[in-house]
């Protein structure tokens, strides 16, 4: 079968790291991909890994394991804008995107 | 460059009304379309997609339906709106074949249903 899986909330402070992850078991597989949702807003895409390694662009990064079944997406320098639920999403054999619940990140000052 | 966009952006209708939201896409030819539900707090739902006209899935049965009348215009409807209904609409595409899937959203359509 198909799952994945995320943590359900996490807090960290303004300025901070924060590295949030993500576990998927699927037997076909396309890509990775991590979306941003602010809150009563549309998901925008943040990355997207189809090769196992580190993805970096700005501030986030992602990173994939495909032996593993594992990807996490790292925020460096915490801004209070970040706060936002965090979806982690695999396509499948059929491109078709299978999601996680998300993460609600919290920012403090 | 392809834009989507949805409506209407908020609506609040009494049990047992009917429903009809919209969604456009531009910029792009025989794009899948998607219509998700997310209830607060909850991750995406996938309710319909289609990948030409008048071919759609459900994904999960209930008392709503899809139509693909035309190649980038996605119509998700009820008869009857029941209190459960009640959450945030994404409409969706994705460009057709053996792409990622990376999905581009709308802006969501918010319905309470009182």
């Known amino acids: 079968g198909q799952n994945i899986d995320q943590p359900t909330e996490m807090t960290a402070t303004e300025g901070a790291i924060v590295q949030i992850n993500c576990t998927y078991q699927?037997?076909?597989?396309?890509?990775l991909f991590w979306y941003q949702q602010h809150a009563g807003e549309a998901p925008t895409f943040l990355s997207y890994n189809v090769l196992d390694g580190l993805e970096e662009k700005g501030r986030f990064s992602s990173f994939l394991s495909r032996s593993k079944g594992y990807s996490y997406l790292l925020l460096k320098e915490l801004q209070m804008k970040d706060s936002a639920s965090y979806l982690c999403?695999?396509?499948?054999?059929?491109?078709?995107?299978?999601w996680g619940a998300g993460t609600k990140l919290i920012i403090k000052p | 460059s392809q834009t989507i966009h949805q409506w209407p952006a908020t609506l609040v209708q009494p049990v047992g009304s009917p429903l009809s939201l919209e969604c456009t896409v531009e910029?792009?030819?025989?794009?899948?379309l998607y219509w998700y539900r997310q209830a607060a707090g909850r991750g995406l739902q996938l309710l319909f997609y289609?990948?030409?006209?008048?071919?759609i899935s459900s994904e999960v049965p209930q008392n709503l339906s899809a139509s693909r009348p035309q190649d980038r215009q996605f119509i998700l409807s009820s008869k009857k709106l029941l209190l459960s209904d009640s959450g945030f609409y994404l409409c969706?595409?994705?460009?057709?074949?053996?792409?990622?899937?990376?999905?581009?959203f709308g802006e969501g359509s918010r319905l309470t249903v009182l």
């Open positions: 969706a595409w994705s460009v057709s074949g053996m792409d990622t899937g990376e999905l581009f």
């Open positions: 999403a695999f396509s499948d054999s059929n491109y078709q995107l299978i």
């Open positions: 699927t037997s076909g597989f396309n890509g």
């Open positions: 289609s990948v030409g006209i008048g071919q």
């Open positions: 910029g792009t030819s025989n794009p899948n």
